[in-house]
């Protein structure tokens, strides 16, 4: 049946346990991938809770599995069933295999997690590996410090499903910006299936976003902390800029759908006192906010980091440094090549310090001033390498497969 239709499909898995990094980035690339080929599907397996509020292209869908939660001590908890976390893995392993079996795709991207969440992609990836379906791991630029990605790796026996499994690791950025897995082991057929793609250019949606309030186009900063589960300290310090000093330019926060309602609730009430500052929830279509502003304040996430290189804003980061340092990292290397400055969470947070920042921002110079070939080639190239996967036919995989293996 495979070898007859005349369509392609495409896998893309997703653990999302938290946050909005992950889906953001399958989603842009599944929308990439069927504007470029009207014969091409998606398919997105998510544990997102929140996946439904976003807006997908036509032959673009997703499977919603049970979603989990990490707790601060490091333990995964089920997000809405109350049951054990045990279960609701083998829930989620099981509907992604069978997913991926009656599906049957062309091609499986995996994002981040070589094996999934505590190793839920095996049966899956051991399934597609027997049918000789390509498998590729997709990789943001910077995963974390390299000693502690080592560490994780090393206990989730990640590295040697490396070479078990992967056809080719895609990293979507560029090596003279960072070395995603530097620092760790790997074989060189491993580094060979390495291909550098670019960062993901975004664009903004065709659909209609909210309006900013009143705020004019050019004239607002928008302050950005993504999913907001972690992004109460950067919230605090600018609001407390504004409290400070009451000439800053009008600024637009967006506190994000994780960001928990008794914070949200304080600091909406404490900016409703500000004259020139304006808050909402959420926006799905947040791009239309950044092509909007005149700068932007945010932790460093990989997604807001490619939008503000592709709406070519003027950034200030307040990167965190726990759990993981991938913004610190990031947000340093963008700060040393010039592409945004960068105000370091490590003080007490003075008020006239982060009110000097804004005002700094915004005269500084766009991400454009610094020319770095390939930079948002990203979307072009996963293209690119997609269809020279899909051209292999069916027959041809499991040569393909011994070969590479």
């Not at 026996?157 to 070479?163: E, F, G, R």
């Not at 910006?177 to 960062?199: N, Q, W």
């Not at 404490?270 to 791009?287: G, P, S, Y």
Request: hydrophobic residues 40%; contains cysteine; charged residues 25%.
């Amino acid at each position: 049946m495979a070898g007859r239709r005349d369509h392609k499909r495409v896998l893309i898995y997703s653990h999302d346990s938290f946050g909005l990094g992950h889906l953001r980035r399958c989603r842009a690339i599944a929308h990439s991938l069927v504007d470029a080929d009207s014969s091409l599907s998606v398919l997105i397996l998510s544990g997102s809770p929140i996946i439904g509020s976003f807006d997908f292209r036509s032959r673009v869908d997703f499977v919603r599995i049970p979603g989990v939660i990490k707790l601060r001590n490091g333990e995964y908890v089920s997000l809405n069933l109350h049951i054990d976390i045990e279960e609701t893995l083998a829930m989620r392993s099981s509907i992604m295999r069978h997913t991926a079996d009656i599906f049957d795709p062309d091609i499986l991207i995996v994002d981040k997690e070589p094996v999934g969440l505590r190793g839920e992609m095996r049966p899956t990836l051991d399934l597609l590996r027997a049918r000789g379906t390509p498998i590729v791991l997709g990789l943001r630029d910077v995963m974390d410090d390299p000693s502690a990605l080592e560490t994780e790796w090393e206990r989730k026996n990640a590295i040697p499903a490396l070479s078990d499994y992967y056809n080719e690791i895609w990293v979507y950025g560029l090596p003279q910006i960072c070395d995603p897995l530097s620092g760790i082991d790997l074989p060189k057929s491993v580094r060979r299936r390495m291909v550098y793609t670019g960062y993901l250019r975004r664009n903004v949606p065709t659909a209609a976003a909210a309006e900013a309030l009143g705020l004019n186009d050019g004239e607002f900063l928008l302050v950005t902390p993504g999913g907001g589960g972690d992004g109460e300290g950067m919230i605090d310090w600018v609001l407390a800029a504004y409290e400070h000093n009451d000439k800053l330019p009008p600024a637009l926060i967006v506190f994000g759908p994780f960001m928990l309602p008794e914070l949200q609730t304080a600091f909406a009430a404490r900016a409703a006192r500000l004259k020139n500052v304006h808050t909402i929830t959420f926006e799905a279509r947040l791009e239309h906010l950044m092509a909007r502003a005149r700068g932007i304040v945010a932790m460093g996430g990989y997604n807001t980091f490619c939008e503000i290189l592709s709406f070519d804003k003027p950034a200030l980061f307040v990167p965190r440094t726990t759990p993981r340092l991938e913004q610190f990292i990031r947000t340093q290397r963008a700060a040393e090549l010039g592409l945004a400055t960068v105000l370091p969470d490590e003080h007490d947070r003075s008020p006239a310090v982060m009110a000097a920042a804004l005002l700094q921002l915004t005269q500084q110079k766009p991400p454009s001033a610094v020319v770095i070939p390939g930079l948002l080639d990203g979307m072009p190239s996963v293209n690119r390498l997609v269809q020279k996967w899909l051209r292999e036919s069916r027959a041809e995989r499991p040569r393909l497969r011994a070969r590479n293996g």
